[in-house]
């Protein structure tokens, strides 16, 4: 009996549809060419005008350190306001801060970002602080806006926990602060690496919020790629993306071998459990 | 119901079981005895929903003592005022005499061990039972000390490095065990204790968890929906209904002398005849039942007005089964006949169910005494049904 190839082709189209747009620019990041789209050979030329490319490599270097900033400013409040959505019961108003805190998951960007540039400046004029747009209004604006995912992330992950843990430790002697130090924090801390993450991709790729609230002085990866198309792009944003997706995909790669290795093990000791 | 608190026979029959019990053995007994626990008028609402009504309990020092009852009866909401992970709506818990009202949990004189077992799972063994005592700040050398004699005790030594997704169902219990005994609580609250074990191992686990407690003088407060288990280990039992305290008293007296319906029908199997009362006197009564087919004469009854309504409870295997007449009774007296519909054999006992003229099912366990392949009473057999006037219990709700 001959298999269909159907679902062969399907899966195909389907890969095709997602990752060919990111193979092309991976191909185009080699070719010896000024035009993005004509090919004419193999050559590491745009790697090498990229390393030799101070502004771009400038405007990286800052969008990792916002983006670092971002991601554990973001972890800390968005950790608090799950665990205040997860494990205080229905306080005054919990329907309320539940809407407030999923409210930027929706809310358009440009609106965020024109709010708070208006914030700013009103801030500004009133206590003189934060002065002018720079790094710290854009570090502000991201953490506002990535910590509703941390929060969304840390919640799921408390729902599931066990309370009788927090319960169990309270029980047996140790004081609430000591409880999600010591218990809650542990358990929970693969959502809150999972939390730093998102925050940290959020806020290295974007561009409408950060374009509102920055400065001069303080133009991101992002704003430099955008703002280069008007220029005429060069094949060195593809060598730039290429790097890009290689960290990426050797990360993800990494995790995955490791958690599969960590539940391998984990199976086979729990197969085996309670034999001496 | 509670608020009549000796419904005993007159005269009270002595030793119902055999059993020595001494009276030191039975401090509630002792009118001068100070309990350990005092729940006063407790109410517990969560939201329109009344999860614990207007309990009362005195619970003595070093008692086994059991909060029977199905789900939603308010027998864990209870167990968690006295841990303190509940505030009580109304009345007041003493623990040692001290009101516990807004004491946390990690202040009170208590440790609970949880249904879930709630190990930590990032933590060894080792450190799961070290927890409490560290929190205490408890020096190093007497931690490693403690941990290792409580892990002696639950024979888990060799497993002491491991965590706990690394040992069994019953490992996992015992190590609950142990983390909540290593601070010497005077007061141990257990949730479900057995609940996630299987039959074997749980039966075991009972007669070590009795052992243990005996050892260590601990008060233990167990709260269970499985009736056979509160029997077997505890000293008194509670049995609740809808948040109220059905009974109180030790496992014979709960089994032997049921206070209500619903006790009676709660604790094991019983046949429940309708009627109304035709004679009170002091040494007996008399009780003319239309479902029975005949009076029931109980030699041990609360002085109850002539006409009433009552109910006479008898366990089934107190009703004997014979296909000859019963000699030695009189006419019509706890005596009827039936049709047998169904038998269980069971092997040390059989169960038969008999019905009545009246439509009633009767339920009867007779032991196998002797063996035979051929049972002597069988199917569609009509049988003589009689029991003994200390047999029936009257009751009124």
Redesign the interface.
Known sequence: MRKSRLPMILLGAGLAFLYLPIVLLVVYSFNDNRSLTVWTGFSLRWYHELIEDGQMLEAAWLSLRIAFATACGAVVLGTLAGMMLARFGAFRGRALFAGMISAPLVMPEVIMGLALLLLFVSLEQLIGWPAGRGVLTIVLAHITFTMSFVAVVIQSRLVSM?V??E?????????PA?VFFV?TL??IAPAIVSGWLLAFTLSLDDLVITSFVSGPGSTTLPMIVFSSIRLGLKPEINALATIVVAVVATGIGLAGFLEARRARI?ER??S???R? | MSDAPDLRPRPAPKNPIGKSQAAPLEPWRDPNAKPYVQIEKVVKRFGDFTAVDNVSLSIYRGEFFSLLGGSGSGKTTLLRMLAGFETPTEGRIFIDGVDMAGIPPYDRPVNMMFQSYALFPHMTVENNVAFGLRQDGVPKDEIRARVAEMLEMVKLTPFAKRKPHQLSGGQRQRVALARSLVKKPKLLLLDEPLGALDKRLREQTQFELVNIQEKLGVTFVVVTHDQEEAMTMSSRIAVMDHGHIAQVGTPTEIYEYPNSRFTAEFIGSVNMFEGHVVESEADHSLIRSAEAGCDLYVTHAAHLPEGSRCWVAIRPEKVSITKDKPAELVEGRNVTRGVVREIAYLGDVSIYQIDLPSGKRVRATAPNVTRRTELPITWDDEVWLCWRPFAGVVLTD
């Open positions: 066990d009788s843990l319960e169990a430790a309270m029980d047996l002697g140790a004081r000591k218990i542990p358990i984990r000791e729990e085996q459990a309670g001496v």
